[in-house]
């Protein structure tokens, strides 16, 4: 069966404006209410007080709808990379768009926005027709940004020479994630910083944050260095 991808979506009449804006948050509530599998245009359409009409439309499946909300929600718009001059600059302005209370909005890495993704990757694992659209129009813009971001970083100097960014990229997303989903604990600015600072800058550039390495600090601590008085 063909997948539906971003290039059907071109053909089909657009609903624009405030209105799409409407549907596309109504189907994000929808989302952490009810889950995806859940999730039907009927309910959709019911929340944001449209024609089911309107969203067929516009989408065709509940998998193209809900990667459209899922894009608004994080406020995505990867045509601009960011360029501060540091990899460290760059990977936090990249960050701070989804940010609350940033150009991310709502639905950023805040609890929502991390209930969001959650189920979006449960939804993943049993849906291949969306899990393939949502690796196509939401993770493959922001894996090239942040190839690009390394790119830079690289012709910068700031990169040690066996450096992966194929590893490095998804380090900040995943640890975050992690804390957000599994330990529950949020996701602020001080905790972005907090993961680059202490694990994704080392890995990358083989600086660390502090003029002794962690590893010296743990030895120091283990061994502890005594000294004597002198008689």
């Known amino acids: 069966m063909p997948t539906t991808t971003a290039g059907s979506d071109t053909a089909r009449p657009r609903v624009t404006g405030e209105r799409e804006a409407e549907i596309l948050d109504a189907c994000v509530g929808e989302l952490l209410e009810n889950g995806y599998d859940r999730l039907t245009m009927d309910a959709v359409a019911k929340r944001a007080r449209a024609g089911k009409a ?40 990249l960050w701070s768009r989804g940010r609350p209370g940033g150009p991310g909005g709502p639905g950023g890495p805040g609890a929502d926005g991390s209930r969001v993704l959650g189920v979006v990757i449960t939804a993943m694992q049993t849906d291949e027709e969306f899990a393939a659209d ?21 012709e910068r100097g700031e990169l ?16 975050l994630l992690h804390r957000a989903l599994v330990l529950g604990e949020p996701v602020t600015p001080a905790a972005v910083e907090r993961v680059l600072d202490h694990i994704v800058l080392p890995a990358a550039t083989g600086h660390f944050p502090s003029p002794t390495p962690p590893s010296a600090l743990t030895r120091s601590t283990t061994h502890p260095v005594t000294t004597q008085e002198t008689p």
């Open 134 to 154: 949502f690796r196509a129009r939401f993770l493959a813009p922001k894996i090239a940004t942040t190839t690009a971001i390394y790119r830079r970083a690289h």
């Open 54 to 93: 309107t969203l067929y439309r516009r989408w065709q499946s509940k998998q193209s709808l809900v990667v459209d909300a899922v894009i608004r929600s994080k406020a995505m718009n990867e045509q601009d990379v960011p360029d501060t001059g540091s990899l460290r600059g760059d990977l936090l302005a």
């Open 160 to 175: 040690r020479p066996d450096a992966d960014p194929s590893l490095l990229g998804p380090a900040l997303a995943g640890i």
